[in-house]
């Protein structure tokens, strides 16, 4: 007659998986998950990074240093109304950024895509693009159409080509309200076209009794004084949308913005001005392939080592403001929003101080 059975290791394990063992190893799984992060991190900082502000010593060039100026140095504000220069999101990415390798092979090609409008546009970018929409709330992007070019200015131009090149009665008048960002009539009559000029004020074109043959450009929040704003002229003309700072960190995103196009920037979104990405979000598809057109003649694309890099950081800062990846990555959103603070209160007491 045989003993009895020694029982086997799992017969020990399986009545001792209880409830809270689950709960224990997943919070060790998400320690060591910390842990490797933390590592990753630390052994990335050792490299070798820039300074802050792109400074590499001395006294910055047009910066007056003169003690006897009227503030005191605690006091001072400089304001550069030529360029808005987002260095104020490098502390954000040389604390946070993961670092990333492009290879030599990568990128060769002219072609990247061929399930796309246009062969120039990386498909990685425009899935990042759709998910960090998806993840905000600010943009509808289903049954749209992609646009990558040269950040929202080369978007810009292309829309105002695509609006207007198959117009009867060209050239099209190009308004905005003011007060406006002060590139669109730099922008608009830079290269002269026959098929569009600057016409200022929407306000001004509203009134008058011809409003045919139009294009307003809308900005919300609006540059340069952040208010919302609606389509001014009461027309058929075409409309362009620019959202460049519609985003968690410039104000609170109430609903997804929904237009015929939206025109979009990495420089306000993540602050990489010098990487010239930007995107336009377009209901008519001739519209896109006039646009990608346009991209495509002007400088057969964009570069697909920028785009590679936009793909990266856009998937660092969408995945930063999913609440699944709050554990590991800090809300590029919600820290610069609190860096911009100070500069959105600092100006109006200057400003307040030098009227008297």
């Not at 009895?4 to 919070?27: E, G």
């Not at 990333?100 to 002219?110: A, F, G, L, R, T």
């Not at 399930?115 to 990042?128: C, N």
């Amino acid at each position: 007659m045989s003993g009895p059975v020694a029982p086997s290791c799992f017969t020990f394990l399986v009545p001792r998986i209880t409830k809270n063992r689950i709960i224990f190893c997943l919070l060790l799984v998400n320690l060591v998950l910390i842990f490797l992060y933390s590592e990753v991190k630390r052994q990335s900082s050792s490299l070798s990074r820039p300074n802050p502000g792109g400074y590499r010593g001395g006294k910055p060039e047009g910066i007056n240093t003169d003690s006897s100026s009227h503030a005191p140095a605690s006091d001072a504000l400089i304001i550069n109304s030529d360029i808005g220069d987002p260095v104020i999101f490098e502390p954000y990415w040389l604390k946070y950024g993961i670092d990333m390798v492009i290879p030599p092979w990568h990128s060769i090609s002219y072609v990247s895509s061929q399930r796309q409008i246009s062969p120039f546009f990386e498909d990685f970018l425009i899935d990042e693009i759709i998910s960090v929409h998806k993840i905000v709330g600010n943009a509808v992007t289903k049954d749209r159409h992609i646009v990558i070019g040269a950040g929202s200015i080369q978007l810009l131009q292309a829309a105002l080509y695509a609006l207007s090149v198959n117009d009867r009665s060209p050239p099209l008048k190009v308004v905005s309200a003011y007060p406006f960002y002060s590139a669109y009539p730099m922008v608009t009559d830079f290269v002269q076209s026959k098929l569009y000029e600057w016409a200022g004020d929407a306000m001004d074109f509203e009134a008058t009794s011809n409003r045919d043959g139009y294009i307003e450009i809308v900005n919300y929040p609006n540059n340069p004084d952040g208010t919302f704003r609606h389509a001014v002229v009461n027309g058929s003309g075409g409309l362009i949308h620019d959202l460049a700072y519609y985003w968690p960190q410039y104000t609170p995103i109430t609903s997804p913005a929904d237009h015929d196009i939206m025109l979009f920037t990495l420089s306000k979104f993540s602050g990489h001005a010098g990487s010239r990405v930007g995107w336009a979000i377009v209901k008519d598809l001739k519209v896109a392939q006039l646009m990608s057109k346009y991209i495509f003649l002007n400088t057969i694309g964009l570069s697909r080592d920028a785009q590679a890099r936009a793909a990266h950081i856009m998937s660092i800062a969408g995945k930063s403001y999913a609440v699944l990846w709050s554990v590991v990555l800090v809300s590029l959103f919600k820290t610069t929003h609190l860096l911009f603070v100070p500069f959105l209160v600092k100006p109006q007491h200057h400003i307040q101080r030098l009227l008297g």
